[in-house]
Structure formats: C-alpha cells, structure tokens
C-alpha cells in the first residue's frame, strides 16, 4: 500500500482551561503538515590508560535529547480563527493540540504540547490566501490508536469537520490603508513571531516553552499603481495603523513604520519597489 497524503487528517485546536471535552477545529482548508523528531547526539572524547594501542578510540556518544518541530499551513475562510494563535501573556498561555492520523493504517501522531513559534498570512498577486507555520512540540506519541475518546491529560477530544464556507482568494481583498491613505498592493504577508524560551523536564524528557517576545511585522508589499501620499508618508517616516479589509475580516496592525525600501530594476522590466515595516507589538483581528 502506498501511503499517500489523502489517507491523512490533520487537526489542531488550542486547549480551553477548565474544559473536559474539546472539538479539534479546522482554521482554514489544511494542505501540507509535518512533524520531526531530531535526536541530539553528543561525543565526547576521553584519555585512554596505558594499555590503550589507538589513542582515537576513546570517545563517547549518547543521545542527550529530542527536539521535535512541525509545521502546517493552510487555506483560511475567516481569519477570526487565526486569534488563537496570538499569545498575549505567559500567565495565560496555552497549548495546542496537534493531531495527525492515516485513516487507512489509524496510525497517529499527537501532542497537547504544541507552540506556535512563527505565522505568515500571505496575499500573494492572485490565488489563495495562505498561512503557513512554524510550531514546537514538547512531546509527542505515536500511537495504532486513534487520539479521539481518550482521556489526554483530562480532556478528550473528537474529530472536527471541514469547513463549508469559500475559502478566501486575493479577490476577496477590499480595501487597505496605511495612516488613512488607500493604498492598492498586488501582494503583501503579515508575520507573527515569537520568540521562545525552551526549559526541558530531564525526569520525563519534555520541553516547556514561554514567550519572551511577540513581533508583527508587515513584509514585501508591492504596490499595483504608485502612490505618491504612500511614498511621502514613508519619506516623511510617518507611523500609522496598516489596515485592511479581507472578506468578513478586519485586520489591523498598529503603529506601523515602514523604514525599508528595495528598488529593483532590471532592462526590459518594469521597476518594482518592496516595502517592509518594522516590528511592532500589536495586531486586531475582526
């Protein structure tokens, strides 16, 4: 039988506090996933005795540690969903489950232990709108069982469903402005990233992690036509609120400042110009 990425399901939802039983949730229309485990090996070298006839065979090796990563992306249809993956406190932050299951072989892989380390929303100049992610796990099992109807650390969780709803194109995109100017990008990606710190229990081999820092940054927005209030603002280092208009959605990202400029100009091309903010601290999505 060969295993194909049809046979899988994947599903992630954030733990609720104080809830015994949980929906596993569908953010967007999910196309690619992966799950890693990397051993850490160390050697060691050490002095041989006096009876020792190859002074380079003295070395040690262990495996001291595993870090386990994963990373998903996905098609949205409301970006609503994307607020659970905004930690706004380490007193209030919690994790995600990840669940992967072949639905063939029922083989599995899960962790109520998963962390979002970065997020793209990307606008690209058409198609899909697509975010992508990097995550950390701190543990993870695998299993010839199913993870629904088991009790995992006292909630048990059921099968979500695919959405129903469209799921949202470059031409669901109305309106964007930087400081109140209307601007008309033909592609821009909005990243979240946190910056982790890793703390691992040795007695049951699990890694913890909390945020030191969160950072939103606007990236390679093009525009469609020059915009001169857009170019004087940014000659003029003005910060304002970048905002736009997705479908149902509002996006707000605030305070924005847009010190870097890349002109690109080739013969027998049209010039393009790149503008990528600077890193600011807060994002509203409605």
Same mark, same amino acid.
């Given at each position: 039988?060969?295993?194909?990425?049809?046979?899988?399901?994947?599903?992630?939802?954030?733990?609720?506090?104080?809830?015994?039983?949980?929906?596993?949730?569908?953010?967007?229309?999910?196309?690619?996933?992966?799950?890693?485990?990397?051993?850490?090996?160390?050697?060691?070298?050490?002095?041989?005795?006096? %009876?020792? *006839?190859?002074?380079?065979?003295?070395? @040690? $090796?262990?495996? +001291?540690?595993?870090?386990? &990563?994963?990373?998903? !992306?996905?098609?949205?249809?409301?970006?609503?969903?994307?607020?659970?993956?905004?930690?706004?406190?380490?007193?209030?932050?919690?994790?995600?489950?990840?669940?992967?299951?072949?639905?063939?072989?029922?083989?599995?892989?899960?962790?109520?232990?998963?962390?979002?380390?970065?997020?793209?929303?990307?606008?690209?100049?058409?198609?899909?709108?697509?975010?992508?992610?990097?995550?950390?796990?701190?543990?993870?099992?695998?299993?010839?069982?199913?993870?629904?109807?088991?009790?995992?650390?006292?909630?048990?969780?059921?099968?979500?469903?695919?959405? %129903?709803? *469209?799921?949202?194109?470059?031409?669901? @995109? $109305?309106?964007? +402005?930087?400081?109140?100017? &209307?601007?008309?990008? !033909?592609?821009?990606?909005?990243?979240?990233?946190?910056?982790?710190?890793?703390?691992?229990?040795?007695?049951?081999?699990?890694?913890?992690?909390?945020?030191?820092?969160?950072?939103?940054?606007?990236?390679?927005?093009?525009?469609?036509?020059?915009?001169?209030?857009?170019?004087?603002?940014?000659?003029?280092?003005?910060?304002?609120?970048?905002?736009?208009?997705?479908?149902?959605?509002?996006?707000?990202?605030?305070?924005?400042?847009?010190?870097?400029?890349?002109?690109?100009?080739?013969?027998?091309?049209?010039?393009?110009?790149?503008?990528?903010?600077?890193?600011?601290?807060?994002?509203?999505?409605?």
């Amino acid at each position: 039988m060969v295993d194909i990425g049809q046979n899988w399901i994947y599903e992630i939802a954030r733990i609720q506090s104080g809830v015994t039983t949980q929906t596993l949730d569908y953010m967007g229309y999910y196309n690619k996933f992966s799950i890693k485990e990397e051993r850490k090996v160390e050697d060691k070298t050490y002095f041989g005795d006096d %009876t020792t *006839s190859d002074d380079f065979e003295n070395r @040690l $090796t262990a495996i +001291t540690g595993i870090d386990r &990563s994963g990373s998903m !992306s996905f098609y949205p249809y409301d970006l609503t969903k994307l607020n659970q993956c905004i930690v706004k406190s380490n007193d209030l932050l919690e994790t995600f489950f990840v669940g992967a299951k072949n639905k063939l072989t029922n083989k599995t892989k899960y962790t109520d232990r998963a962390y979002i380390n970065n997020l793209t929303l990307s606008l690209p100049e058409s198609g899909f709108v697509e975010v992508s992610t990097d995550l950390k796990f701190g543990d993870l099992t695998s299993s010839t069982n199913d993870y629904v109807g088991i009790d995992i650390n006292g909630i048990t969780y059921s099968h979500g469903t695919i959405p %129903t709803q *469209s799921a949202y194109t470059t031409k669901d @995109l $109305t309106s964007v +402005t930087f400081a109140g100017i &209307s601007i008309k990008p !033909s592609k821009f990606d909005i990243k979240i990233e946190y910056d982790l710190d890793e703390k691992v229990d040795n007695t049951s081999d699990t890694t913890y992690y909390k945020v030191k820092s969160r950072s939103i940054s606007v990236d390679g927005l093009e525009l469609a036509t020059d915009n001169s209030q857009f170019e004087d603002a940014i000659v003029n280092e003005t910060v304002g609120d970048f905002v736009f208009t997705l479908g149902i959605n509002t996006v707000t990202v605030s305070d924005v400042l847009f010190p870097n400029i890349d002109l690109d100009i080739e013969s027998g091309s049209v010039a393009t110009q790149t503008f990528s903010s600077g890193k600011v601290g807060k994002i509203t999505i409605a």
